[in-house]
């Protein structure tokens, strides 16, 4: 499985990929905005310098040509850019047209397993179904990437599945058990992945042990 993080953040970047365990970065407008006065295709570019896999930058046009004209201002910053697209049927064009240009593209906002179809269809890269958001409505959001797994083997799609709106590590436990390809996970929960009490404490008795049977030393 492959692990992205999902931010903005350049300092949350450096420390993620420290781990050396990183395979790409997401973004969306949301997390750009939370990062203040910054300039997006500055953050970007800064971004691809610090991680070399594929780095998703979305795009806020609702129409075709708008989409693909920002597609083509973002594929400059680096060639690790995906672009990232809204499910809808404007970005379902999009996605088409930049696929068979050999763009990769990212296509967000997925909730339903025919979205995920048709992505795939369309030669999306990943599709990004949103798990948080269909569980904090009541929903099965796991359910959704174990239905969109079945699809794409049934047809062998070749689309990654990259399984959003991680909000816990428990997510990520059940993404990676459902088949998911990638997961794009929040700083928060990539310094929880390494945790377990019993990792602390068994180690804190092999090192206290160690300095009984070798006093001194
Ligand atoms: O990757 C999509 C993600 O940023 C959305 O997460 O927590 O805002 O639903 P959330």
């Not at 672009?83 to 050999?102: F, H, M, N, Y």
């Not at 390494?194 to 001194?216: A, M, Q, R, V, Y």
């Given at each position: 499985m492959k692990i992205f993080i999902d931010t903005g953040n350049l300092n949350e970047?450096?420390?993620?990929?420290?781990?050396?365990?990183?395979?790409g970065v997401t973004t969306n407008p949301s997390l750009i905005a939370k990062e203040g006065n910054v300039d997006f295709f500055t953050r970007l570019k800064e971004i691809c310098a610090l991680v070399p896999g594929p780095v998703s930058a979305e795009v806020v046009s609702t129409d075709k040509p708008g989409m693909l004209?920002?597609?083509?201002?973002?594929?400059?910053?680096?060639?690790?850019?995906?672009?990232?697209?809204?499910?809808?049927?404007?970005?379902?064009?999009?996605?088409?047209?930049?696929?068979?240009?050999?763009?990769?593209?990212?296509?967000?906002?997925c909730f339903q397993p025919l979205q995920a179809l048709l992505v795939a269809k369309a030669g999306a890269t990943f599709v990004s179904p949103f798990l948080g958001r269909l569980d904090d409505i009541g929903q099965d959001g796991m359910q959704l990437i174990r239905d969109i797994r079945k699809i794409y083997d049934n047809y062998g799609f070749k689309t990654q599945i990259l399984a959003a709106s991680i909000r816990?590590?428990?997510?990520?436990?059940?993404?990676?058990?459902?088949?998911?390809?990638?997961?794009?996970?929040?700083f928060a929960v990539i310094q929880r992945m390494?945790?377990?009490?019993?990792?602390?404490?068994?180690?804190?008795?092999?090192?206290?042990?160690?300095?009984?049977?070798?006093?001194?030393?």
């Open positions: 970047i450096k420390e993620a990929a420290e781990l050396g365990v990183l395979d004209k920002e597609a083509a201002e973002l594929r400059k910053i680096a060639p690790n850019i995906t672009i990232k697209l809204p499910t809808i049927r404007t970005g379902l064009q999009a996605c088409k047209v930049l696929a068979d240009d050999g763009a990769k593209v990212n296509m967000t906002l816990s590590p428990l997510h990520l436990v059940e993404a990676a058990l459902a088949g998911a390809d990638v997961a794009t996970v929040p390494l945790d377990h009490p019993l990792t602390e404490s068994g180690l804190k008795k092999f090192i206290e042990d160690w300095h009984k049977s070798h006093p001194g030393k």
